[in-house]
DNA sequence: GGTGCAGTACGAAAGTTTTCGTAATTAAGA
DNA sequence: TCTTAATTACGAAAACTTTCGTACTGCACC
């Protein structure tokens, strides 16, 4: 399997709107990184260009203005993600992060329900697998 | 409260030391850091100076080689992490980071039950509070 | 065919972080 | 006191990311 990249925070945010929206082109990325905080055309551009070295990205040229395509999985980049966090600061152990999430002030009754829900859920799937 | 920086990744590597293992020199860092990767003593001088500007650090100037301490809790950089995390990419909810840490491949029951322990742990905790 | 508009390509500047060379400083021992 | 070794101070280069200006391209419309 192929080493996952860590983007960095702009390739992120792209990635991000295309793993949301699906395909996209410079314009439309644009215009929606823009509702956060003006950066200009060429800018956005630039980046997705590099992205796309990077294999990143992908794209269609058919269409004068070209569309882009996430060309990584965004479990992968997530996971590689909480991987790093986990092995920067928390010694490596998942569940040092995810008792820190929930000790953490305020973690609503709410969320630690569906935490407790979808516990039950991996328990069962073992269970099955058994 | 004072707005929590973020560190750069060379300046979460000294804080781990200085948190693990309390006050050091940059002599003591620098082997500690060159135990992982090579880099050269100046250079940890250096990012140790632009943290103690920061005010990421304090030092005792006593002796020759000063000493170097964490001006900045654990906890809160933790957090502040985990915050950056979940907005980048879990649209801002901390249940999804906990599901998706649990759900990948190889969440061992070992770590599913230190989980389950410590919300029981929550629960009781709230219950008294009441 | 010429003009204008929207898009792409690309180099380079600006900003940030990391790295390191070199000079200044201090303390200890000969 | 002089020399040496370890340390600190500091500027600047190197590396990486983001930003943008400008030139080029292709297409539609007149």
Redesign the interface.
Same mark, same amino acid.
């Given at each position: 399997m192929a080493n996952i990249i860590q983007p960095t925070?702009a390739e992120?945010k792209i990635l991000?709107l295309l793993w949301r929206h699906g395909a996209m082109s410079v314009r439309q990325i644009n215009e929606k990184l823009n509702n956060e905080k003006e950066v200009g055309y060429t800018t956005t551009l630039k980046i997705m260009q590099i992205m796309l070295e990077k294999g990143l990205l992908t794209r269609d040229t058919e269409l004068k203005s070209h569309i882009y395509s996430a060309n990584i999985q965004e479990?992968n980049? #997530? !996971?590689k993600?909480?991987k790093n966090?986990v092995n920067?600061?928390?010694g490596g152990s998942?569940?040092n992060?995810?008792?820190?999430?929930?000790? !953490?002030?305020n973690?609503s009754?709410e969320?630690?329900n569906?935490? #407790?829900e979808?516990?039950k859920f991996?328990?069962s799937k !073992?269970k099955t697998e058994e």
């Open positions: 925070d992120l991000t479990t980049v #997530k !996971n993600m909480i966090l920067q600061v928390f998942r569940s992060l995810v008792m820190q999430v929930l000790g !953490n002030s973690a009754l969320e630690i569906e935490i #407790k979808y516990i991996l328990e !073992n």
